[in-house]
């Protein structure tokens, strides 16, 4: 049985032996953990220079978003090109969507550039499973979202402090309310854990599994296609063939969606560390 192999190729996404099909003598080349691995650009790991396709991956993203929003709002006009109405109906459903109603326009306004840069960069990210020759999430690598999770904690543990002082974050945070009596301090142990380590958790997780699972599935299928692409497994080929253009249009539904919650968990998180009471 030929064993799958992570190419030393950072275009290559789909980790599998190409000559392998079905009759030919070799088992059924499954995604796994190495189809999340990649061979460095250049260094490696045991050096202090070290650059991979996934970290390609978000300097092109990056820098796209960039282009887009400069070449969009560098010279605004009154009435609007092609490229500027996009932009501006982006950052407005963001802004107006997500931040005003969840924080409010008075106190979400300074926060709307930031929950911007976090959907984009997070679309943006997704959206590389489904881009020809990139062909993977980087959202789908967890030091992404824990990343991005970790900006998002800072800022609201932050905020919290800064609003209430220290004795009301530690009421913040351990959602204190003496009318619990005797069960409180179970209670604020409970809220205190649950604020201050399964949130951020959570926060990160969410992104990263539904990535995860998404970029297996589409590689499960699409392995399959070209792995039954023999003899009377054609047929078979074709229906798995035909999952991947469903899961494909599916992911793009996924992907919108899951920058969508990241951003309004942000802003949800943000909300509670400006509310006066809890």
Same mark, same amino acid.
């Given at each position: 049985?030929?064993?799958?192999?992570?190419?030393?190729?950072?275009?290559?996404?789909?980790?599998?032996?190409?000559?392998?099909?079905?009759?030919?003598?070799?088992?059924?080349?499954?995604?796994?953990?190495?189809?999340?691995?990649?061979?460095?650009?250049?260094?490696?790991?045991?050096?202090?220079?070290?650059?991979?396709?996934?970290?390609?991956?978000?300097?092109?993203?990056?820098?796209?978003?960039?282009?887009?929003?400069?070449?969009? /709002?560098?010279?605004?006009?009154?009435?609007?090109?092609?490229?500027?109405?996009?932009?501006?109906?982006?950052?407005?459903?963001?802004?107006?969507?997500?931040?005003?109603?969840?924080?409010?326009?008075?106190?979400?306004?300074?926060?709307?550039?930031?929950?911007?840069?976090?959907?984009?960069?997070?679309?943006?990210?997704?959206?590389?499973?489904?881009?020809?020759?990139?062909?993977?999430?980087?959202?789908?690598?967890?030091?992404?979202?824990?990343?991005?999770?970790?900006?998002?904690?800072?800022?609201?543990?932050?905020?919290?402090?800064?609003?209430?002082?220290?004795?009301?974050?530690?009421?913040?945070?351990?959602?204190?309310?003496?009318?619990?009596?005797?069960?409180?301090?179970?209670?604020?142990?409970?809220?205190?854990?649950?604020?201050?380590?399964?949130?951020?958790?959570?926060?990160?997780?969410?992104?990263?599994?539904?990535?995860?699972?998404?970029?297996?599935?589409?590689?499960? /299928?699409?392995?399959?296609?070209?792995?039954?692409?023999?003899?009377?497994?054609?047929?078979?080929?074709?229906?798995? /063939?035909?999952?991947?253009?469903?899961?494909?249009?599916?992911?793009?539904?996924?992907?919108?969606?899951?920058?969508?919650?990241?951003?309004?968990?942000?802003?949800? /998180?943000?909300?509670?560390?400006?509310?006066?009471?809890?």
């Amino acid at each position: 049985m030929k064993e799958p192999a992570v190419s030393a190729d950072p275009t290559q996404t789909l980790a599998f032996d190409t000559s392998c099909h079905l009759f030919s003598g070799c088992g059924f080349p499954a995604p796994g953990l190495h189809s999340f691995l990649f061979e460095p650009i250049f260094g490696d790991a045991n050096s202090n220079v070290y650059f991979n396709k996934t970290m390609l991956l978000a300097l092109l993203g990056s820098i796209i978003i960039v282009a887009v929003f400069w070449a969009a /709002f560098a010279r605004p006009k009154v009435v609007p090109g092609k490229l500027q109405m996009v932009a501006e109906a982006g950052y407005d459903f963001v802004r107006r969507g997500v931040v005003y109603e969840t924080i409010g326009k008075k106190e979400g306004e300074k926060y709307v550039p930031l929950v911007v840069s976090l959907f984009f960069f997070v679309w943006m990210m997704n959206l590389w499973s489904i881009i020809p020759v990139a062909q993977f999430p980087v959202t789908a690598i967890i030091s992404y979202p824990v990343a991005l999770a970790a900006i998002v904690y800072i800022l609201w543990v932050s905020l919290t402090f800064k609003r209430h002082g220290f004795v009301g974050a530690f009421k913040n945070f351990t959602g204190y309310d003496k009318s619990l009596g005797a069960v409180l301090p179970l209670s604020m142990t409970i809220e205190l854990f649950s604020n201050l380590l399964v949130r951020p958790f959570t926060h990160a997780v969410r992104l990263f599994a539904n990535m995860f699972a998404g970029h297996t599935l589409l590689l499960l /299928f699409t392995i399959a296609s070209w792995y039954m692409l023999n003899g009377i497994g054609i047929a078979y080929s074709a229906v798995s /063939f035909v999952m991947v253009l469903v899961m494909t249009a599916f992911e793009l539904f996924i992907q919108a969606v899951q920058a969508y919650v990241f951003v309004l968990l942000t802003c949800s /998180f943000i909300q509670g560390a400006l509310a006066e009471s809890h």
